[in-house]
């Protein structure tokens, strides 16, 4: 067995040296050839502001809460608002060319909200936390208004500003000064809009259906109703400068459906987006006018519609900037006449994404298909292919359930040479299968299978919904065995209850489709792939896993990868040695089994890697084997460590490069690095961008 060590001496030496790029061998690693990119957002770092010289996160807002709302100025301005925004841009402002300026709230931070918009001297934003802060187009923080209050919808006329409270069922009326002026009852009030005759018009949440009312301004008095459509889910208004109101339908339709004003009456003029929107025709495929979740429409004088979009639609009842927000952020600006001037995309948060073994140019997220083409410069190479989720369909999909920080990142596998996504939640507790039908579902993933580590007894939080029938007490696993992809209270297995919450950290999945765990101080498993039933589903033999103890040199396992080509083995953990200095991470060492089936259990290879837990911490989030490397994420600065398991000899060190202006986000998620061999020989190595939302790709040629 070789076994590499390092002494902390010489670690604190390789991290002064290399400018704390660290080292696990006293050496400092060689320069690597190697270009950075990204996809999932349009922009990739940081850029200059246009209103002022100080420079400004350039990732378009907003990737924890997905913009909720958006006003758009006379002149093509356009304000945006979402509950959250680790970059601190969530009521970030755009340019009629969709080029992000500036962030209307200087003082960023994480409380946004749903509600928006600005008279041409202030900027009005809805807080969750904070009822409304308001600001003076420099930025500077003018005053706060309405504390306590969770605001639902905004506008102004006459120099005054509406905001509607969804929770007291109040709208509020202020002057410029911030005073209220009057209030008026009305019954779960959501978004809001002036006409030009002098009227109110608001969305009213009720279940199971929203209205859209004309109220009287002085008093709240409802004047009016527009006609209630089939399924509608109105979701956010607006009106244009010949007085025509547009309403961003939620519902199937997934449009925007434009009326003509008489009074307090409307008709419907025309819709505006394809019918369906992105489910219309081939489910999931993205195309200009297919939209997906409409949460905010606006018009400027010019005629352009903006419409931005964030999968789910807005929040109102859920209060939360992590409760259901949506998926993604799309913001779309449109002609008249539907042709499409540009679209701003940021798709990812707490996700990670990887290639499809059998297509190096298919790349998959959590819930989003990207095309690849290598070729070109780096942020240009992907095409946005199609959303992998389907609300209608499958309104129970744990991608839609879990809160936005849990929802997976992708690991991409062919079984038997079937495409199969697997998922796996940002804390590890489990891990979600998906099949494809492109014949029925498009380029929709459809939620098939679902290993769980156990939910105890006194867990303090809600079942999410669509799982109220899992045992509790025990791991269990639950598979589609109708095909319907529902979670039905005969499709669960239970498993032999010695796995809990938090003690789950590995997962991998051989490329044979047996699923291996590793189960912390306990032991390691194989679930064996059995075959894909009548309906596509894969079956697993839950009731029978092979357990394997703990081997040598470890008292707990964190993270394992199986080759089952090579048989061998890769783990990484603790060690009576290099105990656990923190939770959720890679582990102190790692060692890899050849002849692992055969019996083998001593390591051939054993290696100390990056564990630093005073000073400048280092820590390693998340790892990932491709052939005789293994790669390994840093928690706070995105460098990937490149070690060769045959040797255990660091290679190199993957940094962010001047592609992205060498600056990223932390890796947040234990499975925020995927790398994969390409037919060249170069790798493409895929990291978790936290901070910058977005999915980072380092290609490196040895």
């Known amino acids: 067995m070789i076994r590499i060590s390092l002494s902390w001496k010489a670690l604190w030496a390789a991290l002064v040296v290399a400018g704390f790029g660290l080292a696990v061998a006293a050496e400092e690693p060689a320069k690597l050839n190697y270009k950075s990119s990204w996809v999932s957002n349009t922009w990739g770092g940081p850029k200059k502001a246009q209103w002022t010289a100080a420079p400004q996160l350039g990732h378009i807002c907003v990737h924890v809460g997905a913009i909720q709302t958006i006003y758009v100025a006379p002149d093509g301005m356009i304000y945006c608002n979402a509950p959250a925004d680790e970059g601190g841009l969530w009521a970030a402002v755009y340019t009629p060319d969709g080029e992000y300026v500036d962030n209307a709230a200087l003082a960023g931070g994480w409380t946004g909200g749903q509600a928006v918009t600005c008279d041409g001297k202030a900027i009005y934003v809805g807080c969750l936390e904070d009822g409304m802060r308001v600001f003076h187009m420099d930025r500077k923080h003018r005053g706060h208004a309405l504390h306590g209050h969770f605001l639902s919808g905004l506008t102004h006329a006459d120099g005054l500003v509406y905001a509607s409270c969804w929770y007291h069922g109040e709208i509020h ?42 109220l009287n301004r002085e008093d709240g008095k409802v004047l009016g109703e527009l006609p209630t459509l089939k399924g509608w889910e109105p979701n956010a208004l607006c009106v244009d400068k010949q007085n025509r109101l547009y309403v961003a339908d939620n519902g199937p339709d997934q449009n925007i459906k434009i009326y003509e004003l008489n009074g307090a009456q409307g008709k419907l003029l025309r819709t505006f987006g394809e019918k369906g929107g992105v489910y219309a025709g081939t489910p999931g ?20 519609i903006v419409v931005s979009q964030n999968g789910r639609g807005s929040l109102f009842d859920k209060p939360s900037k992590y409760a259901d927000p949506g998926y993604c952020t799309v913001l779309e600006s449109y002609k008249p006449d539907g042709t499409r001037n540009w679209v701003r995309l940021g798709l990812t948060f707490c996700d990670n994404g990887d290639l499809d073994p059998e297509s190096e140019n298919d790349l998959y997220v959590s ?104 045992p509790i007490g025990t791991d269990w696993l639950w598979v589609d065995a109708n095909g319907d992809g529902q979670m039905d209270a005969d499709e669960y297995l239970k498993g032999d209850g010695k796995t809990r919450d938090g003690q789950l950290w590995g997962w991998d999945i051989d490329s044979g489709g047996d699923v291996w765990q590793a189960v912390g101080h306990q032991n390691l498993r194989r679930f064996p792939f059995k075959a894909f039933n009548e309906k596509g589903v894969p079956v697993w033999d839950f009731g029978n896993p092979e357990v394997f103890p703990l081997p040598e040199p470890f008292i707990k396992v964190e993270r394992i990868v199986y080759d089952a080509k090579r048989d061998i083995l890769f783990l990484a953990g603790f060690t009576k040695e290099r105990p656990e200095p923190t939770w959720g991470i890679v582990g102190s060492v790692f060692a890899r089994y050849e002849d692992w089936k055969k019996g083998n259990r001593k390591p051939t290879v054993a290696f100390d890697i990056p564990c630093v837990s005073t000073g400048n911490k280092v820590f390693i989030k998340a790892m990932s084997v491709a052939d005789d490397y293994v790669f390994m994420a840093e928690v706070f600065r995105s460098n990937v460590h490149i070690f060769d398991t045959k040797t255990g000899r660091e290679v190199g060190l993957l940094k962010p490069g001047p592609e992205i202006w060498k600056e990223v986000g932390w890796v947040d998620i234990a499975y925020g690095v995927n790398a994969r061999r390409m037919a060249n020989g170069d790798y493409v190595v895929i990291v978790e961008d936290n901070g910058m939302a977005k999915t980072l790709v380092y290609r490196w040629t040895p």
């Open 173 to 214: 009326v202020l002057d410029q000064d911030l005073k209220e002026v009057r209030k008026f009852a009305l019954e779960k009030p959501g978004m809001l809009a002036a006409d030009k005759k002098g009227h109110l018009w608001a969305v009213q949440v009720l279940a199971p259906q929203r209205k859209v009312l004309c």
């Open 285 to 304: 495929l993205i195309g200009p006018l297919r939209f997906n979740g409409p949460t905010g429409v606006g018009v400027d004088d010019a005629g352009n």
């Open 367 to 470: 819930s989003h298909h990207y095309v690849m083409d290598w070729s070109k410069p780096a942020g240009q190479q992907w095409t946005y292919k199609g959303v992998t989720i389907n609300r209608f369909k499958y309104p129970y999909d744990v991608r839609l359930v879990f809160d936005v920080t849990n929802r997976g990142a992708a690991l991409m596998r062919r079984i038997q040479g079937k495409p199969v996504l697997f998922t796996i939640g940002m804390y590890s507790n489990y891990l979600a299968v998906f099949r494809f039908n492109p014949a029925t579902d498009g380029e929709v993933a459809i939620p098939c299978g679902f290993f769980s580590g156990g939910r105890a007894k006194n867990h303090p939080h809600p079942i999410p919904r669509g799982m109220e029938k899992q």
